[in-house]
């Protein structure tokens, strides 16, 4: 029985040996035009998912590096961040106003400092407490250089200047698109940092034309076109201008494609012209952007799987 015990342990060991480790699906540019170019739509098309507050998932807390970390085994991906203040003005990265939810904390993000942040650890959506803790900008831009690209989501009251000084000290111009809400945002993103790009909103020609006329070019611009499917001539109209668009599925979209996966709703949806999902659905809508990609054929030269 022993020897039997000792084989059983030698065969187990042996198989995970043979396991290989998850790969990794990173996305780089080389530089700033580079990724001006891809979301221009001068280059060949390659749909993303946007994975919403980072792809959280069963034991990955959402707005955590180890989660978006995660994130890059499954798809190459844009990860949607949240940027909050702490007491003593450190940007960090949480998505509610109260730590409750999230964390072992209690109370408002606000009321604790940078230190007294670091004493707690964050909570996935099941309410888990993990090992992870509350990143800052900086580490979260530092850690996603030639893995992924950023769309960085602002919580009230934090200064976008704040925001682009921080891009600027971690040369995260490559890889980064700050969301705005309004042309007003907008307009004052594009003066403090007229080269990176901006996410706003943009649901018709009327809303290109308020941009526009703020100051705000199209090729600085990638259209956040709402969380319901827009005519296709939305896309058609935007896509004439060279704005890249990205449809948010969070809600009722993603709760259509859970409830009729045989309808493949993320296929359908990019077929009729999103070029970026946002999504809470991670898995499911990447195995149909994968389908997607397959049969359209399409290729991404700057994606690096390892």
Same mark, same amino acid.
């Given at each position: ?129 993990? *090992?992870?803790? !509350?990143? @800052?900008?900086?580490? /979260? +831009? ?8 950023? =769309? ?121 012209? *999103?070029?970026? !999902?946002? @999504?809470?659905?991670? /898995? +499911? ?8 990609? =397959? ?12």
């Amino acid at each position: 029985m022993k020897q039997f015990n000792l084989l059983v342990v030698a065969v187990c060991v042996l198989c995970l040996s043979f396991i290989a480790p998850a790969k990794h699906h990173y996305i780089s540019f080389r530089n700033a035009d580079e990724l001006r170019s891809f979301l221009n739509r001068k280059t060949t098309g390659f749909p993303l998912i946007s994975a919403h507050r980072g792809g959280p998932m069963a034991g990955f807390p959402e707005n955590a590096i180890e989660t978006f970390e995660n994130a890059t085994t499954h798809q190459p991906v844009i990860i949607e961040f949240d940027v909050a203040l702490s007491k003593d003005s450190a940007l960090v990265i949480m998505h509610d106003d109260k730590l409750d939810r999230t964390s072992t904390g209690t109370g408002t993000i606000g009321s604790y400092t940078y230190a007294e942040l670091q004493k707690l650890t964050l909570k996935d959506n099941d309410g888990k407490v993990t *090992a992870f803790k !509350i990143p @800052t900008l900086d580490q /979260v +831009l530092t850690w996603g250089k030639n893995k992924v690209l950023f =769309t960085i989501d602002i919580k009230r009251g934090v200064p976008y200047a704040k925001i682009v000084a921080a891009v600027r000290r971690t040369k995260a111009e490559n890889n980064s698109i700050i969301i705005t809400y309004n042309a007003n945002q907008a307009a004052e993103v594009h003066k403090l940092a007229p080269d990176l790009m901006i996410s706003a909103s943009a649901r018709s020609i009327a809303d290109i034309e308020r941009l526009n006329q703020m100051g705000v070019p199209n090729d600085r611009i990638v259209a956040f076109v709402g969380t319901a499917a827009p005519d296709k001539a939305v896309y058609e109209y935007l896509h004439s201008k060279g704005i890249t668009c990205i449809l948010g599925t969070m809600g009722n979209l993603d709760k259509s494609a859970i409830a009729n996966p045989n309808q493949k709703v993320y296929e359908q949806l990019l077929g009729n012209g *999103a070029d970026i !999902i946002s @999504t809470d659905e991670l /898995v +499911l809508a990447g195995a149909q952007f994968d389908s997607y990609r =397959t049969n359209k054929k399409l290729k991404f030269a700057n994606l690096t799987v390892k």
